[in-house]
């Protein structure tokens, strides 16, 4: 491209042919193609040396931009910390599995299954595309663990190393046990099916000998429906009882013991044809909803702590000289070396180098902080300088940062369970069904024995709940869907019904209601058209986001050459332009006093001269405005930060809620706070991003983690969502109350079916036939009525 | 009509095998990843010495 069309037109775009992104002036050349890097650019390099240029044959751009440095995996060659992490190893061979976050097309996988092109060590490598993971076979002698992971990186797809193991964690959670149980329900089901056609169509005299045959078979089919399939029941509904609960389980293992034992009865006395379709039927859509409510997402953890944030090593220094150990055996006392984007895993002193740390994971306060030596370094932070020499004054799990994890919050985890509506109403169902079951009864008993005892078993049997045991879960798992369409992850069907009764709303500030991408920026100053030009090209040569920033909204195209540029990390640039120096960046760098102290603001100096100074600010999200308003008129809106409050008078216009704004909330801060709310009997529901959110996430009734890029870190919740659908925040609670009205009619449609059974049923009159009939209309009736309803108000409420 | 139990017997064994062999096909984890197969089906099997755009 030559220059004057560059100059005519400032804005075409030149994307990248490796990751689509757009390229900057200098643009990296190779083989005709245009890179925004020299990260993509050596990617592209490795798979054309290595013919396996197909990876841009199937997707456009499928690239991902190579910006972040690539951490340093010494650790990898300790035998143990490999050890832990390989699935399998031998004499020869290796499998390990990995989590590798940037995978996301089909390109994706086309490359990392050929991975045996780039190096013949490689024997073999399968993607789950869904789960981002991918197991490599490799041979050991001849490549390592780190070789390995080293590669992967170099053609940009980093796996994600950390203490805790995502990859394992994910593997243990399966539904193999479920699916079978339905196998095997199905299978008996349709034959049962079969076998009881000839009865209700009725029997020729001269075939009434199959009668008692097919009974038999009948029965042989049922006892693996109810001893296998249908175990669990049992088991839940005993251990309810234990624990004197009554829930839908009690009533729906008695309805499949009763009609087991009254076919058992009735086929080996042979007074009649048993209820056994009826049982594998019900036992078989029982199952199937249970599933259905079980869906979860194989890409998303819910269950993510600061271990997942935290390296699996640390480089230790001692007489010998550097070694990595894991993380477990780092000790008070220990000297470790943290390199340039690392993160610090305990609280230390620093003793050795210029600290200059991130900690906006752990504060929320996005500007980075200068440590100098001597002080105290809190865990959680990342370094963004040169190395660094810390002393180790805490345990790992000990730290200001992890000790959030030992907050009764996180104790009690296991028992935060949502009382659902299902929950409520099977309390009261079971003990109406055993009045009406033993009223019945005892009304026959005097007259009329035989029939006491067919009355009772057939309220039992035709009230067994199936309907109502699969409203809740059809009803939710439609709406899991909906949600899940507009990038709002729900951990599972019960934090619908919770999301329902929220009337407080809690958000983080830096990462929540800010946009992931661009500034407002305004100058204070003076400064002319030449001094624009000059600033403008002393910043494009820093790859700083700031810079970038800059460059970008100041939109000059004019540009001097720069000498003697230099950049001083975390502090600023400088460079001669026309024989002036100018100088950008920090109050300090420019030896003067700042006038604000928050961190957002980049000084200028030109030619030993002040000029102003630039403010950054992030900007807020898409109609967050109109979002805080629709909000505000049903809920209770609060706002806690970890910055300083310098934002307090730019929030106040679309926040007017001033007493509720909290700043500088360390936390532990958020923590108590939440509690404080719940104390007041609200139903608090907790939006945050970063670490520093995940005590009051935790503690939250309902906990939602607002991220911009969903395979990134989240902290432990009940909910996910995507930046993307932040702004659909009123239509999902709306759409989540009206869940619970669908659920609420669907039960009272199924207690209508109920009664009509019942009126039979007291009466003696119940037939195999009516009953066989009766079950499957029920269920179908909730589970097309659930589904249809759940999409209209969706499309009510604008989701679909 | 005894042939009938012969018919059911048949049946029964056939819906058996099928069981039996949904029950392999679930411990071979044939199941376990229902989207990348379909992905990774399409892909061609001899590459093309250089794409060129």
């Not at chain 1, 992850?489 to 934090?495: F, W």
């Not at chain 1, 600033?535 to 000059?556: D, F, Q, T, Y």
């Not at chain 1, 709306?734 to 109920?754: P, R």
Request: with cysteine; charged share 20%.
């Amino acid at each position: 491209m030559n220059n004057l069309s560059t100059q005519a037109e400032p804005d075409a775009l030149t994307l990248c042919y490796h990751c689509g992104n757009e390229c900057d002036e200098e643009q990296y050349h190779f083989e005709d193609k245009n890179f925004c890097c020299i990260g993509c650019q050596s990617v592209y390099k490795i798979l054309s040396e290595n013919q396996l240029c197909n990876y841009y044959a199937y997707n456009n751009t499928p690239g991902k931009t190579q910006d972040e440095a690539s951490s340093h995996y010494d650790y990898l060659d300790e035998p143990k910390i490999a050890a832990s992490l390989l699935d399998y190893a031998d004499d020869s061979i290796s499998i390990i599995t990995l989590y590798i976050p940037a995978i996301h097309c089909s390109s994706c996988l086309w490359l990392l299954e050929h991975l045996y092109k780039i190096n013949a060590s490689i024997v073999n490598s399968r993607i789950d595309f869904l789960k981002k993971q991918v197991v490599i076979t490799f041979k050991n002698k001849e490549m390592s663990l780190r070789e390995l992971v080293i590669m992967l990186s170099s053609i940009g797809y980093e796996p994600l190393i950390s203490l805790q193991d995502v990859v394992k964690e994910q593997n243990k959670v399966s539904d193999r046990d479920l699916i079978k149980k339905i196998a095997v329900a199905g299978f008996c089901f349709g034959n049962v099916m079969l076998l009881s056609f000839p009865e209700y169509f009725g029997l020729a005299t001269f075939e009434q000998q199959f009668k008692s045959f097919f009974g038999w078979l009948n029965l042989v089919f049922a006892l693996p429906v109810v001893i296998y399939s249908g175990r669990d029941y049992f088991i839940s509904a005993w251990k309810n009882l234990r624990n004197k609960v009554l829930n839908l389980d009690f009533p729906l293992s008695l309805g499949i013991a009763i009609m087991f034992i009254r076919s058992l009865y009735e086929i080996v006395s042979g007074t009649g044809a048993g209820f056994v379709d009826t049982l594998c039927g019900l036992v078989f859509f029982l199952l199937i909803g249970k599933w259905v409510q079980q869906r979860t997402y194989h890409h998303l953890s819910f269950e993510r702590d600061y271990r997942s944030y935290f390296p699996v090593a640390v480089t230790l220094i001692n007489e010998e000289g550097e070694k990595p150990i894991p993380m477990d055996e780092l000790k008070v006392g220990d000297r470790i070396l943290i390199r340039n984007n690392e993160v610090i895993p305990a609280d230390t002193i620093l003793m050795k180098g210029d600290a200059v740390i991130d900690f906006s994971f752990v504060t929320g306060e996005s500007a980075p902080v200068q440590k100098v030596l001597g002080e105290v370094v809190y865990a959680g932070g990342r370094q963004i300088n040169q190395a660094i020499e810390l002393e180790v004054i805490k345990p790992v799990s000990q730290s200001y940062l992890t000790s959030l994890w030992n907050n009764e919050a996180f104790e009690k985890k296991k028992k935060k369970k949502i009382d659902t509506f299902s929950d409520t109403v099977s309390r009261y169902f079971s003990i109406v069904l055993l009045i009406v079951a033993f009223g019945s009864a005892g009304y026959w008993m005097f007259s009329d024995t035989a029939k006491a005892w067919q009355s009772f078993t057939a309220v039992l049997i035709i009230a067994c709940p199936c309907a109502l045991a699969l409203s809740s879960p059809f009803t939710l798992s439609a709406v899991l869907s909906i949600f899940d369409k507009n990038k709002f992850y729900l951990k599972n069907t019960a934090v619908v019904e919770q999301l329902a009764r929220i009337n407080t709303l809690v958000f983080d500030k830096t990462g929540t209601i800010t946009a992931p991408e661009g500034f407002r920026i305004s100058f204070e100053g003076d400064l002319s058209y030449e001094d624009q030009c000059l600033i403008s090209s002393v910043a494009r040569n820093s790859g700083h986001p700031l810079s970038r920033e800059l460059v970008k909204w100041m939109k000059i195209s004019e540009y001097f050459p720069v000498s003697e540029y230099q950049e001083i990390p975390g502090k600023g640039i400088q460079g001669m332009v026309n024989n002036k120096l100018v100088k950008i960046g920090s109050a300090s760098f420019l030896n003067i006093k700042s006038e604000k102290k928050d961190t957002g603001t980049v000084y200028i100096q030109i030619a030993d001269h002040y000029a102003g100074y630039f403010s950054f600010r992030q900007k807020w999200r898409n109609g967050l405005k109109e979002l805080f308003a629709t909000l505000g008129a049903k809920l209770n809106m609060h706002l806690l930060s970890g910055d300083q409050d310098s934002e307090k008078e730019f929030l106040i216009p679309s926040f007017p809620w001033e007493e509720n704004m909290h700043f500088k909330q360390s936390p532990q801060n958020k923590l108590d706070y939440i509690q404080k709310l719940q104390q007041d009997k609200n139903k608090v529901m907790m939006l945050g991003d970063g670490l520093n959110d995940a005590g009051a996430l935790k503690q939250s009734d309902l906990g939602i983690a607002v991220t911009d890029n969903i395979n990134n870190f989240s902290p432990g919740c009940d909910a996910i969502l995507d930046g993307a659908g932040f702004e659909k925040l009123p239509q999902f609670i709306h759409q989540a109350k009206d869940a619970v009205k669908v659920i609420h009619m669907s039960f009272g449609i199924s207690l209508t079916y109920n009664v009509v059974g019942l009126y039979f049923a007291v009466q003696g009159l119940l037939s195999p036939l009516f009953a066989a009939i009766l079950m499957p209309l029920s269920t179908v009736t909730i589970i097309s009525f659930t589904s249809i309803a759940t999409h209209l108000f969706a499309r009510k409420n604008k989701l679909i | 009509m005894n042939i009938l139990y012969f018919l059911i017997g048949c049946s029964v064994l056939l819906a058996l095998i099928f069981l039996m062999a949904f029950f392999w096909a679930m411990k071979n984890g044939q199941n376990d990843d229902t989207y990348t197969p379909g992905v990774r089906i399409l892909f061609d099997d001899d590459l093309p010495e250089k794409h060129e755009k």
